[in-house]
């Protein structure tokens, strides 16, 4: 049978058919319909964890276990998982397993480009990477086989491209996978140093077993056509290649981890020119380099963004298609929603002239015109911390007026450690974290304090306020978003104490309330004094005469009535 799939759903199918039992990820666009896809297969346990590192430990845990275990994640969630997968390199599988990576040239959802293939080099581990959909499932399904056979983690890397394009997958029926025997083995997976050192060599073993193996490997493969110009490419770069001059030859390589260097000799002593077209680094371009060989690269392509057929083709040939008629469209950028519970906290953020260190998430769009309120924005988890160090370089009357902003999700993942650290060097600090009881940036995912899993069945409901005050924060309150003045007279009497002190403003994303039957409009009142607009709420817009609001888009969140000082709004039923 075939299916129309993007390539995160035939990873997700790809794993289903290679008898995956464990599947364990935190979200993170573009790699988070992986596992919502495969939480859809009953035969396989999955989960949203807290964090990367955890998820990864897990399926560490599923695979000494004898089970076969896929993690995934985006680009800098492998931040957060590696140590234990520089370890577990080490120690090597018992079930198979493999760590998809998603990266994100273009940086269309994330805070940088770096490249995942430098974790496969140094971490000494296998990666494949497909260049559409049916290799994404082919793939995923190699990468378990190659995990066993070498005794490897294996890691899988895709690009916003592959992961959110659709194609054509022919599916399988899944292979029946026994769990793998169990046997304690200390020398294996206990790596205190005596043990480390004779896995590492195992390492150096295995590595050269596949780079060598590599070479026959049928995803590595020469298409030889016009040989005046040879080009190698990997991914959805392969696509862009075989657009862009179909007549070339091209060495598609599936594995760029470890290459197949007597295929690129070959390859490269059959075609005049020599060309290797990467995005992001020059991962295959160095290695090739260092092997000897001549060849243009980065000289001609860039390292940042992502590729296009017409810009390859002028790269190489100096032919550019015909410019396309410029289509004036006007700027649309990211924006709060209508009704969003964040916006509340940032307006008064903003009003107060707080200095705001904030963390990644929908509230990072805090930082936009017009609500201007947040100062830093640095990775998951970094809010708590840079706040805890302004403090320190700045003294005790700065962080009077300075707070955190984090996310529950977040505060989750990567702040709890940061709120502990603060209270423990006797910082002074306010933290607020924004609750909407969801994983908003990356489509509403659970997480541990929403009360259900990854299948949406009900389960332990974290407290985060008895988890602050265990942390040791000197006051907990809570406050509603949408409640300005509550907000306001909190942020200012936690600011005024010494200590590390949190204020949990918690009210559900609005995506998620849909029981609202009312709207705003605005009457003859307004002066157009334009103050509704530092809102920056998509739903109100500015006139000759007057401001008014889209009842389509309006969610009734009132935040535009309590800031009119005329009584200009009013509410109205639909």
């Known amino acids: 049978m075939k299916k129309l799939l993007i390539g995160n759903a035939a990873v997700a199918r790809g794993a289903y058919e290679a008898g995956v039992r464990v599947a364990c990820a935190y979200p993170g666009t573009p790699s988070t319909e992986i596992t919502e896809e495969i939480s859809k297969y009953d035969e396989i346990y999955s989960e949203w964890s807290p964090n990367e590192k955890v998820a990864l430990e897990v399926a560490i845990g599923a695979s000494i276990g004898g089970a076969r275990a ?62 559409d959909s049916q290799e994404a ?72 077993a596949l780079a060598e193996d590599c070479n026959g490997l049928p995803i590595n493969r020469i298409e030889y056509g016009d040989r005046s110009v040879g080009i190698i490419c990997s991914g959805n770069v392969y696509q862009y290649v075989k657009e862009a001059l179909p007549q070339a030859s091209v060495l598609k390589l599936g594995m760029v981890h470890p290459l197949p260097q007597r295929l690129i000799r070959e390859f490269a002593k059959n075609v005049e020119q020599l060309y290797i077209a990467e995005e992001l680094e020059p991962v295959i371009e160095t290695q090739v380099k260092a092997m000897g060989i ?22 190489i040939t100096g032919e550019a298609k015909a410019a396309l008629q410029p289509v004036l469209v006007p700027p649309r950028p990211p924006v709060l929603c209508a009704g969003c519970p964040h916006r509340g906290v940032f307006y008064v953020l903003n009003k107060l002239r707080l200095t705001v260190s904030s963390d990644i998430g929908c509230y990072s769009l805090g930082a936009s015109k017009p609500l201007n309120a947040i100062d830093a924005v640095l990775c998951m988890g970094a809010s708590i911390g840079m706040a805890h160090g302004m403090e320190k370089a700045r003294g005790r009357e700065f962080a009077r007026k300075a707070v955190a902003v984090i996310g529950d999700s977040t505060f989750i993942h990567s702040g709890i450690t940061g709120l502990i650290d603060a209270v423990y060097n006797k910082g002074n600090l306010t933290l607020i974290i924004l609750d909407n009881s969801t994983t908003g940036m990356t489509g509403h995912q659970h997480h541990p304090a929403s009360g259900f899993t990854i299948k949406n069945e009900p389960t332990h409901l974290l407290n985060l306020e008895a988890l602050c005050l265990a942390c040791g924060a000197s006051s907990v309150r809570v406050v509603d978003s949408y409640d300005m003045e509550g907000l306001e007279n909190a942020i200012k009497e936690e600011t005024g104490r010494d200590g590390v002190s949190v204020i949990i403003a918690r009210r559900s994303c609005v995506l998620l309330d849909k029981g609202r039957k009312n709207y705003y409009t605005v009457n003859a009142k307004c002066t157009n004094c334009k103050l509704c607009l530092r809102l920056g709420c998509p739903a109100i817009t500015s006139g000759e005469k007057a401001s008014a609001i889209d009842k389509s888009l309006c969610t009734a969140c009132g935040l535009c009535k309590k800031v009119c000082r005329f009584g200009a709004v009013e509410e109205a039923q639909r």
Request: some cysteine; proline content about 5%.
């Open 137 to 208: 499932k082919d793939f995923t399904r190699l990468a378990f086989e190659i995990s066993e056979n070498y005794d490897t983690p294996a890691m899988l890397r895709l690009t916003t491209r592959v992961a959110h394009s659709q194609s054509v997958v022919e599916l399988s029926d899944p292979e029946r996978v026994e769990l793998k025997p169990y046997a304690k083995d200390a020398a294996k997976y206990v790596m205190v140093p005596a043990n480390a050192r004779e896995r590492h060599k195992a390492v150096e073993r295995r590595m050269k």
């Open 294 to 315: 001549s060849c243009k690269g980065k000289e001609l392509f860039t390292v940042q963004g992502e590729y296009s057929a017409g810009m390859i083709r002028q790269a």
């Open 70 to 131: 896929i993690c995934c994640m985006k680009h800098v969630g492998v931040n957060v998982a590696a140590d234990p997968l520089f370890t577990f390199s080490y120690t090597g599988v018992n079930g198979g397993l493999v760590l998809v990576c998603a990266d994100d040239p273009g940086m269309h959802s994330s805070q940088n480009e770096q490249d995942s293939r430098r974790y496969a080099l140094a971490a000494h581990v296998p990666m494949l990477e497909p260049s």
